[in-house]
T-cell receptor, first 112, second 115 residues
Framework: DAGVTQSPTHLIKTRGQQVTLRCSPKSGHDTVSWYQQALGQGPQFIFQ???????QRGNFPDRFSGHQFPNYSSELNVNALLLGDSALYLCASSLGGYTEAFFGQGTRLTVV | AQTVTQSQPEMSVQEAETVTLSCTYDTSESDYYLFWYKQPPSRQMILVIR??????QNATENRFSVNFQKAAKSFSLKISDSQLGDAAMYFC????????????FGAGTILRVKS
């Protein structure tokens, strides 16, 4: 049973560029949440997708957007990248948003 | 808004000894869940233990146990018989019982295990 998978593993982008990160949830899960983890800090909630709609959003600017596909996979898009967007981006999946969350290994984004 | 505080940036323990990691949280809700996650250098967040707020009995998972004090809003993690593989960053996290709610994490505690 494949767990949560994220791609790519690492990514380097230039300021001002746009980036797309991808997440495939654990088999049987329908809810995907995204978190940003800056170096040495705890993860911060970005948003959650359920039934292809954004169900809840954290305190992140509109430059951060997402999408969920009919197969429950999800994308996180960040526009106009800033140096401060450099972080580990974690995807977590669950069933309905109320069962245990399983995390992927994350995507390390470096903005230069 | 809920907050989670981990006051110990770093802890060390000798192999085979016991260590306790501290966590306090703030919430006005009565129904919620608390978690301890482990994040090794591989970066993947691994669930160690969970506690439902309505349960008075402290959760236990093998060498891991918690001390849940609801009135004091305290949720500490005890690791017994520490092993080298326990070395990691540990995060305390809160989640409301409402469907779809997010995880709120503390800043983490680095646990070092000495051989």
């Amino acid at each position: 049973d494949a767990g949560v998978t994220q791609s790519p593993t690492h990514l380097i982008k230039t300021r001002g560029q746009q980036v797309t990160l991808r997440c495939s949830p654990k088999s049987g899960h329908d809810t995907v949440s995204w978190y940003q983890q800056a170096l040495g800090q705890g993860p911060q909630f970005i948003f959650q997708y359920y039934e292809e709609e954004e169900r809840q959003r954290g305190n992140f600017p509109d430059r951060f957007s997402g999408h969920q596909f009919p197969n429950y996979s999800s994308e996180l898009n960040v526009n106009a990248l800033l140096l401060g967007d450099s972080a580990l981006y974690l995807c977590a999946s669950s069933l309905g948003g109320y069962t245990e969350a399983f995390f992927g290994q994350g995507t390390r984004l470096t903005v230069v | 808004a809920q907050t989670v505080t981990q006051s110990q940036p770093e802890m060390s323990v000798q192999e085979a000894e016991t260590v306790t990691l501290s966590c306090t949280y703030d919430t006005s809700e009565s129904d919620y869940y608390l978690f301890w996650y482990k994040q090794p250098p591989s970066r993947q967040m691994i669930l160690v233990i969970r506690q439902e707020a309505y349960k008075q009995q402290n959760a236990t998972e093998n060498r891991f146990s918690v001390n849940f004090q609801k009135a004091a809003k305290s949720f500490s993690l005890k690791i017994s018989d520490s092993q080298l593989g326990d070395a990691a960053m540990y995060f305390c996290a809160y989640r409301s019982a409402r469907i779809g709610n997010k995880l709120v994490f503390g800043a983490g505690t680095i646990l070092r295990v000495k051989s």
